[in-house]
């Protein structure tokens, strides 16, 4: 069946880089689009980006300068990264899937805690 | 970017009531060919967002028959029939005609 779930650090500091790991099972990447969600408490759900089935990406101007996303598909595994993070960026990190398109965002993983701490 | 406000329910809604949750666009979400994007969520205590109904009213794969979705191009309603506990979490709308991707601040309902 459909899987996904996220991996990360739990804790980084004010200024470092984040990086949190999808692995999804049960799909392919090279047919669907794989979305990055995140949920903070100052601003709730956020769209941060996407990376398309056939790997080009789509970045929110709320953190594009700061953020990537890439896949390895022979490991299914999706990855996000952010730099220069702040306090505020703590928060519940989630990858989801979609169609592409028009389409609406119909499994998501577990979702990971990150806390952006000294 | 898209704004989405969503009201508040009167909660606790006592169990077997049927609740209402709206959500309004700041642009209408009626594409050209028909098709209203907006979807709703359901975020239990603890999970991530689940998928209840996407082009507004279309329930998503396993969804009760419970939950319907209706509206306009910027006003829309998800109505819960005879809620039950596991309906209990915080139910958000979304909505995909556009990126960025915008999501409701979410509804919060409680069981009585």
């Known amino acids: 069946q459909v899987q996904l779930k996220e991996t990360g650090p739990g804790l980084v500091q004010p200024t470092q880089t984040l990086s949190i790991t999808c692995t999804v099972s049960g799909f392919s990447l090279t047919s669907y689009y794989m979305q990055w969600v995140r949920q903070t408490p100052g601003k709730g759900l956020e769209w941060m980006g996407f990376?398309?089935?056939?790997?080009?990406?789509e970045y929110n101007s709320e953190f594009k300068s700061r953020l990537s996303i890439s896949r390895d598909t022979s490991k299914n595994q999706v990855f996000l990264k952010m730099n220069s993070l702040k306090t505020e960026d703590t928060g519940v990190y989630y990858c989801?899937?979609?169609?592409?398109?028009?389409?609406?965002?119909?499994?998501w993983g577990q979702g990971v805690m990150v806390t952006v701490s000294s | 970017d898209i704004v989405m406000t969503q009201g508040a329910l009167p909660n606790p809604v006592p169990s077997g009531e049927s609740a209402s949750i709206t959500c309004q666009s700041s642009?209408?979400?009626?594409?050209?060919?028909?098709?209203?994007?907006l979807n709703w969520y359901l975020q239990r205590p603890g999970q991530s967002p689940q998928l209840l109904i996407y082009?507004?009213?279309t329930r998503a794969s396993g969804v009760s028959d419970r939950f319907s979705g209706s509206g306009s191009g910027t006003d829309f309603t998800l109505k819960i029939s005879s809620v039950e506990a596991e309906d209990v979490g915080v139910y958000y709308c979304q909505q995909f005609l556009e990126y960025p991707r915008t999501f409701g601040g979410g509804t919060k309902l409680e069981l009585k």
């Open positions: 082009w507004m009213s």
């Open positions: 989801a899937r979609d169609h592409g398109g028009y389409s609406p965002f119909d499994y």
């Open positions: 642009k209408s979400l009626l594409h050209s060919n028909g098709k209203t994007y």
């Open positions: 990376i398309r089935s056939g790997g080009s990406t």
